[in-house]
């Protein structure tokens, strides 16, 4: 099993900026592609960006280019999201999610494991 934790998520202005992170435990963090999610309440859980094994290619979200970016550290086994010009509509919570082959994708169904979870806050 693969076990995932984020942490970071808090209460922003908008405008501001926060860092979140994934830590993963189990399965040999580098042989698989990593993504990030977020959900509000009534609503379905939808992708933000996603990574490949290596770091090398990412991919995001119309509604967040130019402002997030996410990263790896393989040797960490951790992934970040970097989130910047932060909006009140990016206020959610953000899951950290897994999946088992090379390249990042952005269905859901695609994943198959997935964090706890991590609110994140935007005050207007």
């Known amino acids: 099993q693969v076990q995932l934790v984020e942490s970071g998520g808090g209460l922003v202005q908008a405008g501001g900026s926060l860092r979140l992170s994934c830590a993963a435990s189990g399965r040999p963090f580098s042989n698989y592609a990593m993504g990030w999610f977020r959900q509000v309440p009534g609503k379905e859980r939808d992708f933000v960006a996603g990574?490949?094994?290596?770091?090398?290619?990412?991919v995001y979200a119309d509604s967040v280019k130019g402002r997030f970016t996410i990263s790896r550290d393989n040797g960490k086994n951790t992934v970040n999201l970097q989130m910047n010009s932060l909006l009140p509509e990016d206020t959610a919570v953000y899951y950290c999610a897994a999946k088992f082959t090379s390249e990042a994708t952005t269905r859901r169904s695609d994943y198959g494991y997935w964090g706890q979870g991590t609110q994140v806050t935007v005050s207007s």
């Open positions: 990574i490949n094994w290596s770091g090398a290619t990412s």
